[in-house]
């Protein structure tokens, strides 16, 4: 019976999580069409400075599957920059380090994409692509320095 209730209560716990990642990732969605990225990423700086509700500590990889996991059900898609700056966010406020890295390359006719992920300890965490060598990462992406 114990077994039960604490999966009903993770199953709660992964629902809430789910649904906090979705509004948070709006909120970035939005912050990207609306913002200049700079204020953006100040705005996001100071949102990871704030403690989560729970004493839990949540692992990377849990933050990640809650992020690609709540991704999928946004509505016209997200960008892989909503995704990776909301990925970088949450792991500061759960006391990892996550380096935003921002690619660029050339298109097969010309155009220019771009391309951003997370690595933490040398490890790309979210945003892996089977060519993304192809990128050119830009600087580093740490957030403002105040």
Partial sequence: MRRLFERI?????DRKLLLEIFIFLNLVRLGLRCLPFPTLQKLLEKASR????TSERLSVGKIVW???????YMPGGIKCLARALT????MKQHSHVGELRIGVAKGETGELEA???VEHRG????GYLNDL????????????RS
């Fill in 9 to 13: 209560r993770q199953k709660y716990c």
């Fill in 66 to 72: 809650a992020v690609e996991t709540s991704s999928r």
């Fill in 87 to 90: 990925t970088q966010t949450l």
């Fill in 50 to 53: 704030f403690s989560p509700k």
């Fill in 115 to 117: 391309h951003a992920w």
């Fill in 133 to 144: 060598a192809r990128y050119i990462p830009m600087s580093s992406f740490q957030g403002s």
């Fill in 123 to 126: 490890r790309i965490v979210i």
